[in-house]
């Protein structure tokens, strides 16, 4: 698939999903970007091999980077609805604010590495969803 | 034997996530029993591991459900009481078992159908939802998107549709609610859509997925609708029978 293919196809997957655009979904150049700034740096050219490489291998991020990227989901989530709750029916903690979220991924403890684990499996969606 | 028809439900109240989750489940009561199936209905304070023990001893449920807390060996009522746990469930023997609760099918859900149970739906993972306001979840306008699945479950089984009718039927309702929130611009959208994916990729159903908990619906819209027919007709048939009886007066008797 040539690239301006590839663009074309990751276009049209960002029009038809709009809930996934914004999304952190790679570290490039020691940035965390979103879906629609890949394709928009693909557009222009910029960080070309970088950036195919890491939607290749979307959801299997190296460690580090997968916190960052949580990180910073969670901080725009907890900036535009701090009003919503999470909850579960585990037993450590049956509701939180997304900026509790946040502090669970801040210090990394079971509660955080439960929602990077999540997050994973959110980026593998959409690496299934854009090939599909 | 387990009774077809008869259910034991479990609904702690006792934190945040059971209380909305006790609320939820109320309509899985109203349905069932709107269904004709009895319902031994086991809320906040009565739902203990001694409730639930006197319940299936009484009425023999062929249905064991309830919304709780859980890890992966032990499913909690009220107050986090454990209520089954891993080898400490013969009870569940023969009957279709669905836990709304975090991790019961990564260990508990195997050991149950191991020791006997017919079936058992429920999720390996945690359970999490979002919600906007403590409400009704099916009322709300986020937290329904977790919910509606799960109802499908008890729904589809109080309509007589097997475990595996039920099961795929909720699968269906969770991409359905994936696919709705991947297409909004909200902010929390993509929340929405990883907690969706996480519930539906985390629900399991062990052992027979041919069970059923009551008749299947189109059994009792048979005599349901001979009955409906019957009573239709009647002021045509009283009518004939009546004139056919007067016919019967006036002829001569036979001799």
């Known amino acids: 698939m040539s690239l301006s293919e590839k663009i074309s196809r ?39 091999q970088e950036i195919i490489a890491k939607l290749q291998s979307l959801g299997l991020d190296d460690e580090e980077e997968m916190w960052a990227l949580v990180e910073r989901f969670w901080e725009s989530v907890a900036a535009a609805r701090p009003d919503i709750k999470i909850y579960a029916l585990g037993g450590y903690i049956p509701v939180m604010s997304p ?26 969606y959409i690496k299934m969803r854009m090939n599909a | 034997m387990p009774r077809p028809g008869y259910v034991t439900i479990t609904r702690p109240n006792s934190d945040a996530a059971t209380y909305l989750g006790s609320i939820a489940l109320g309509h899985a009561v ?20 001694d409730s639930v023990l006197r319940s299936l001893s009484t009425f023999d449920s062929i249905y064991f459900t309830g919304v709780g807390h859980g890890n992966n060996t032990t499913f909690t009522g009220q107050n986090q009481q454990p209520v089954f746990w891993k080898c400490n469930c013969d009870e569940l023997r023969g009957r279709v078992v669905f836990l709304l609760s975090c991790l019961t099918g990564a260990e508990l859900g195997p050991d149950i159908v191991s020791k006997g149970g017919l079936s058992f ?3 390996k993972e945690e359970f999490v939802w979002v919600q906007e306001r403590v409400v009704d979840p099916l009322t709300d306008s986020i937290a329904k998107a977790f919910f509606e699945p799960v109802m499908e479950i008890h729904y589809r089984l109080a ?46 159903l062990y052992g027979d997925s041919s069970a059923r908990i009551a008749t299947p619906a189109a059994l009792t819209i048979v005599p349901w609708a001979i009955t409906a027919v019957t009573m239709t007709m009647m ?14 007066a006036k002829s001569p008797s036979p001799k």
């Open chain 2, 30 to 49: 109203s349905y069932m029993r709107s269904r004709g199936i009895y319902v031994d209905d086991l809320a906040a304070d009565r739902a203990t591991r």
């Open chain 1, 10 to 48: 990751l276009r049209r997957f960002l029009s038809e999903n709009p809930a996934l655009a914004g999304i952190p979904i790679m570290v490039v150049g020691g940035r965390v970007i979103s879906l629609r700034e890949a394709v928009d740096m693909l557009e222009r050219g910029v960080m070309t």
């Open chain 1, 99 to 124: 900026a509790e979220a946040l502090e669970h991924i801040r210090a990394r403890d079971e509660v955080g590495k439960s929602l990077v684990k999540m997050y994973s499996s959110l980026l593998s």
């Open chain 2, 121 to 123: 739906i429920g999720y």
């Open chain 2, 159 to 204: 309509d007589g549709y097997t475990a595996g009718d039920a099961y795929r039927a909720s699968i269906d309702r969770w991409n359905y609610w994936i696919d709705y929130w991947s297409r909004q611009s909200d902010p929390v959208a993509s929340t929405i859509v990883m907690f969706l994916m996480h519930d539906r990729d985390a629900q399991v």
């Open chain 2, 235 to 248: 002021p045509i048939i009283i009518p004939i029978s009546v004139a056919g009886f007067e016919e019967m």
